[in-house]
């Protein structure tokens, strides 16, 4: 069946570093993929989605990575802030391209210390 | 961007009663929205998918008859708990895509606490 794993339930980092949380995927071939931010008691917040045809995607101090050899993708935060601290959620569309059946991983909590 | 919103944001109810929880599209329309829950520490699960105009299509394992969902209007979405019991307390939250980006993005509602005591 379709998993995602999100390998670190947490990350601790300093403040000014760069944050690099990893999604991987397996018995499946999705046709994007999609990182989501999750602060406590709140909904998930849309932050970037990367195509399987591309292999990079920008958004201010945000990168994503997607490769679909290695069925992995890779969410970095550059110049991290304690404000970014919040659980990150990567998801996949279950059907190859359907608007919104998601699978979800566990999500990393991610904190960034001052 | 395009705003979801959700209420109430939490509710305590007695086991046995019923819940009704609503997710409306405040400025853009929705024929499609989706409900998932979500436990402590585990991630977001589909449960429906909530159809304006039609049957709601539920996910394997969820009890429909116990999880009645209504999409009523282009901008709501309830979903009623039924008969609720304990193990039905979760973090419930919905979902809709946003068209004029393609619909693959996202946009979820604060999210709904059911306690049932």
């Known amino acids: 069946s379709q998993k995602i794993e999100q390998n670190s339930e947490a990350l601790n980092i300093q403040e000014g570093k760069t944050a690099t949380l990893t999604c991987n995927y397996t018995n499946y071939s999705p046709a994007y993929l999609q990182w989501y931010r999750q602060d406590p008691g709140r909904g998930p917040v849309f932050l970037l989605l990367?195509?399987?045809?591309?292999k990079e995607k920008r958004k201010e101090r945000l990168k994503v990575t997607f490769d679909t050899t290695l069925k992995q993708s890779l969410f970095h935060i550059t110049a991290s802030q304690p404000a970014d601290s919040a659980t990150y959620l990567c998801?996949?569309?279950?059907?190859?391209?359907?608007?919104?059946?998601?699978?979800f991983g566990k999500g990393t909590k991610l904190s960034v210390k001052p | 961007g395009a705003v979801v919103s959700q209420h109430p944001s939490r509710v305590i109810c007695k086991s046995g009663t019923s819940v009704k929880i609503e997710c409306r599209s405040l400025d853009f329309q929705a024929t499609t929205m989706f409900w998932y829950r979500q436990f402590p520490k585990q991630s977001l699960m589909l449960m429906a998918t909530?159809?304006?105009?039609?049957?709601?299509?539920?996910e394997q394992g969820v009890e429909k008859d116990k999880f009645l969902i209504n999409h009523a209007s282009l901008t709501l979405s309830t979903l009623t708990v039924t008969s609720a019991h304990p193990e039905d307390s979760s973090f419930y939250i919905c979902s809709a895509p946003d068209l004029t980006s393609g619909g693959y993005e996202q946009y979820f509602g604060p999210g709904t606490r059911l306690t049932v005591t």
């Open positions: 909530s159809n304006e105009g039609s049957k709601a299509t539920y």
């Open positions: 990367i195509r399987e045809n591309e």
């Open positions: 998801a996949l569309d279950r059907y190859g391209g359907s608007q919104g059946n998601l699978i």
